[in-house]
C-alpha cells in the first residue's frame, strides 16, 4: 500500500491528506484564527463547583469555561485501594472555587461545549509519549510481535533516570527503534515536562503553559514513519521548518519531506478538492448504484444504507448483501473523512441470513482497522442497527468548515408557501382585531406572493370583506421563502 500526506498552506490556514493507493482517507484544517488546543497545558482556575455531576468549570482563558470531570482529576488515591477511590470520588473533596490547576486539554470545544480537561497530563514525542502522573510502561496495540512489545518495554525501563516517577506509552512508530533512540526520546521528554512544571508554577490562571506543534510538525511527529511514503509541501518557508524538524528528530525520515513546485495546486492531486466538496453531502453514493445517508446532529451521527439504482444479478438477499458490504467499506473511509466521532448509529439495509448479517460486521470491522482515532462496536441492536463509538478529540469536516444555514437554521427545512399563506391570514385577522388603519401590505417572498395571487385568491378575497380593509402585496426579494411582515398602513 502506497500512502502520502499533501500539504497546502495559505497565508492563514494550512489544510492537509492523507492518501493511500489514491484516494483521500483523512483531512486536516488549522485555520489562525481557529486553532486546535488539544494537548494543549494551561494553568486554570476553577470557576464553579458542581458536585450533582460531579465535575467542575474551569476557567482556562478561552471564550468558554472548560469541563473537568471527578474521573479526570489525578489524585494520590490513584495507586491506592478501590476503597480510597470510591472516597476520592466526591469533587468537593479535590477542589473549590478559586483554585488553580494544571490542566491539559482533552476534547476542543465542540459546538456549544466548552473544551473537556483532564489533570493526567502527557506529553507526547516522537517515539513515547510520557506520563507524569501514570505508571508503569504500555506499548502500542498496533504492536503485534511479542519480542518486540517485550524489548520496548525493556529498553524503556532500562532507559527511566533513578528516582523519576511516571509512566510511558510506547508509539508504535518506535517499532525496531534501537534502545538509543528510545533513551534520547525519554530524557527530552523529561527535560521538557521539567520546564513545563516550572512554568506552570509561575504562570497566572488562564495562561498558556505549553503548547502542542503546529498541524505541519504534528503530521511529522505523529504519522510519518506509520506506512507513510513521503509527506509533500507546497511552501517553501513550511518545508524548511518541516525538515529541520525531521532531522532534529527523525533523521531516517528526513527525505521523505519534499517541496512540492509543480505549477498545479496540489490539491488538484487525486481530486482532492473534489472529494472534500462530497464529504460535506448528506448523500454518499456507491460503485454499485447504491448509496449511503449520513446525517450529524449534536447528539449522534446516522447513517442509513439504500440499494439506490442497484437492482443486482440473481436474488433480493444476495442485491442487499453485496449492497451492505460495500457500504460498510464506504462508511468507515467517510467517518476518517469527515472526523465523525460520537455516538454512531448505521442503519444497514435488513438480511435474513445470519452469515450475510456476520460477515458485514466484519467487513466493517476490517475497514475501521487502519483508523487512527479509536473505535468500538458495541453490538447490533434488536432493530438490527449498527451501534458504534468513534473516539471525538476535534471538530468534524462540517463543523470545520461549514455553518448553520441562514435560512432554515440548521433545521435543514423550511415552511412550504402555502403554510405561510396560512400564517399571514391568521396574522391579518390578529392585526385587524387589535389595530385601527385604512389598510394592509403583505411583504413576502415572491413565491408566497404569487401563491396569494393565484391559489389563495379567494381566502386572500374573504378576508378582505371580513376585515373592511383592503390588502396590498408586495414581493421583497431579500426575503427568505419562509419570511413575511404584515404593514399597518
Not at 26 to 34: D, L, M, P, T
Not at 213 to 238: F, K, W
Request: with cysteine; charged share 25%.
Amino acid at each position: 500500500m502506497s500512502a502520502e500526506i499533501l500539504v497546502n498552506v495559505m497565508p492563514r490556514e494550512t489544510r492537509a491528506a492523507l492518501v493511500e493507493n489514491g484516494v483521500v482517507q483523512e483531512f486536516y484544517v488549522e485555520r489562525a484564527n481557529r486553532v486546535g488546543i488539544t494537548s494543549n497545558i494551561y494553568k486554570g482556575r476553577v470557576s464553579r463547583v458542581l458536585p450533582g455531576m460531579q465535575a467542575a468549570f474551569i476557567d482556562v482563558g478561552l471564550e468558554r469555561t472548560a469541563f473537568l470531570h471527578v474521573s479526570d482529576i489525578a489524585t494520590a488515591h490513584d495507586e491506592e485501594t478501590e476503597v480510597a477511590a470510591e472516597r476520592s470520588a466526591d469533587i468537593r473533596e479535590h477542589m473549590r472555587e478559586g483554585d488553580e490547576i494544571l490542566v491539559q486539554v482533552l476534547k476542543d470545544p465542540l459546538g456549544t461545549k466548552g473544551a473537556r480537561l483532564t489533570t493526567f497530563v502527557s506529553i507526547p514525542s516522537r517515539y513515547l509519549v510520557y506520563l507524569p502522573k501514570g505508571k508503569g510502561i504500555g506499548v502500542s496495540t498496533r504492536i503485534d510481535d511479542e519480542n518486540e512489545r517485550g524489548r520496548l518495554r525493556d529498553s524503556v525501563t532500562g532507559a527511566a533516570p533513578g528516582g523519576t516517577n511516571g509512566g510511558y506509552i510506547v508509539r508504535t512508530v518506535a517499532e525496531g527503534v534501537d534502545s538509543a533512540e528510545l533513551r534520547d526520546d525519554l530524557l527530552f521528554l523529561h527535560r521538557l515536562w521539567g520546564m513545563v512544571r516550572d512554568k506552570g508554577l509561575r504562570a497566572a490562571a488562564g495562561e498558556l503553559v505549553h503548547e502542542d506543534l503546529p498541524l505541519p510538525l504534528r503530521l511529522l511527529r505523529d504519522q510519518l514513519g506509520s506506512g507513510i511514503d513521503h509527506i509533500v509541501v507546497d511552501n517553501a518557508v513550511v518545508h524548511a521548518r518541516m525538515l529541520e524538524f525531521a532531522r532534529t528528530f527523525m533523521p531516517a525520515s528526513a527525505d521523505k519531506v519534499e517541496l512540492y513546485s509543480g505549477a498545479r495546486p496540489i490539491f488538484d492531486l487525486h481530486s482532492i478538492e473534489d472529494e472534500l466538496a462530497k464529504a460535506l453531502e448528506r448523500k454518499v453514493p456507491l460503485k454499485s448504484g447504491g448509496y449511503v445517508v449520513i446525517d450529524q446532529t449534536e447528539a449522534m451521527t446516522t447513517i442509513d444504507v439504500n440499494t439506490g439504482a442497484y437492482v443486482g444479478h440473481r436474488n433480493l438477499e444476495e442485491t442487499i448483501y453485496r449492497t451492505n458490504l460495500e457500504a460498510a467499506v464506504s462508511i468507515a473511509r467517510q467517518l476518517r473523512l469527515r472526523n465523525l466521532g460520537g455516538i454512531i448509529i448505521i442503519d444497514f439495509i435488513d438480511m435474513q441470513e445470519e452469515e450475510h448479517r456476520r460477515q458485514v460486521l466484519q467487513a466493517l470491522e476490517k475497514a475501521l482497522a487502519a483508523d487512527h482515532a479509536k473505535t468500538h462496536i458495541s453490538s447490533v441492536s434488536p432493530l438490527g442497527l449498527v451501534e458504534m463509538t468513534r473516539k471525538r478529540t476535534r471538530e468534524s469536516l462540517e463543523h470545520l468548515l461549514c455553518e448553520p444555514c441562514g435560512a432554515c437554521e440548521g433545521r435543514g427545512f423550511v415552511r412550504t408557501a402555502e403554510t405561510i399563506c396560512y400564517e399571514i391570514f391568521r396574522e391579518l385577522l390578529r392585526q385587524a382585531r387589535q389595530f385601527d388603519c385604512q389598510q394592509f401590505m403583505v411583504l413576502a417572498h415572491q413565491d408566497v406572493i404569487e401563491r396569494l395571487l393565484d391559489e389563495e385568491s379567494a381566502p386572500l378575497g374573504e378576508l378582505e370583506v371580513l376585515t373592511g380593509k383592503p390588502i396590498r402585496l408586495q414581493t421583497e426579494a431579500l426575503y427568505a421563502s419562509d419570511q413575511y411582515d404584515v404593514v399597518l398602513m
